[in-house]
């Protein structure tokens, strides 16, 4: 587990009673391996050896156990991209990096996170900014450069989890590429 999956769980830790996270626990293990689509309330159950409505007594439903998930991503890399920025302050290729190796890591996660409308008012105070902050920063404050990065960053990312990328693309020149039309300074 790396310091951004650390961050992710002990956030729940302080959200979460202890049989709450082990629900998150299971449930993020389920969609870590066979992907969104089989996150289901029965399948958690019976991941856990228990019966589906036992889970109601944590979750009210699905979607409150889909955003304890979006949160711990949202956490996890929020702490990856403030260890980038702390190694390499004000770079976007070092952030593009770090934001690229964690949704690698865990393509479900992201996609389940990215793919749909974000559920702000389910999230924790504070995440979403705490997430976006190194890149603001490296930016300049810049928020319409701030977007236009991460609009590249996703979805050079979720191309590549889907598979759309030729065998032979040189994805490496691809992102720096682009990252340097959108910010020629660097």
Same mark, same amino acid.
């Given at each position: 587990?790396?310091?951004?999956?650390?961050?992710?769980?002990?956030?729940?830790?302080?959200? &979460?009673?202890?049989?709450?996270? *082990?629900?998150?626990? #299971? @449930?993020? $293990?389920?969609? =870590?391996?066979?992907? !969104?689509?089989? +996150?289901?309330?029965r399948a958690?159950?019976?991941?856990?050896?228990?019966?589906?409505?036992?889970l109601y007594?944590?979750?009210?439903?699905?979607?409150?156990?889909?955003?304890? &998930?979006?949160?711990?991503?949202? *956490?996890?890399?929020? #702490? @990856?991209? $403030?260890?980038? =920025?702390?190694?390499? !302050?004000?770079? +976007?290729?070092?952030?593009?990096?770090?934001?690229?190796?964690?949704?690698?890591?865990?393509?479900?996660?992201?996609?389940?996170?990215?793919?749909?409308?974000?559920?702000?008012?389910?999230?924790?105070?504070?995440? *979403?900014?705490?997430? #976006?902050?190194?890149?603001?920063?490296?930016?300049?404050?810049?928020?319409? +450069?701030?977007?236009?990065?991460?609009?590249?960053?996703?979805?050079?990312?979720?191309?590549?989890?889907?598979?759309?990328?030729?065998?032979?693309?040189?994805?490496?020149?691809?992102?720096?590429?682009?990252?340097?039309?959108?910010?020629?300074?660097?």
């Open positions: 587990m790396g310091d951004g999956e650390r961050a992710g769980r002990a956030g729940a830790a302080d959200r &979460l009673t202890p049989r709450a996270r *082990e629900i998150a626990t #299971a @449930a993020r $293990e389920l969609l =870590e391996e066979s992907g !969104p689509t089989a +996150l289901t309330l958690l159950a019976d991941r856990l050896g228990i019966k589906a409505p036992s007594k944590h979750f009210p439903d699905k979607q409150a156990v889909e955003v304890e &998930l979006i949160a711990q991503m949202l *956490e996890e890399s929020a #702490a @990856a991209l $403030e260890s980038a =920025e702390q190694l390499a !302050p004000g770079s +976007l290729p070092a952030l593009a990096e770090a934001y690229r190796t964690y949704a690698l890591a865990h393509p479900h996660l992201y996609c389940l996170s990215t793919e749909r409308p974000l559920p702000r008012p389910a999230l924790p105070p504070g995440l *979403e900014d705490r997430a #976006a902050m190194p890149l603001m920063r490296a930016c300049d404050g810049d928020l319409d +450069l701030a977007r236009s990065v991460w609009a590249f960053a996703h979805g050079m990312v979720i191309l590549e989890i889907h598979g759309r990328f030729p065998d032979d693309a040189d994805l490496g020149a691809a992102w720096k590429r682009g990252l340097k039309s959108l910010h020629p300074q660097m």
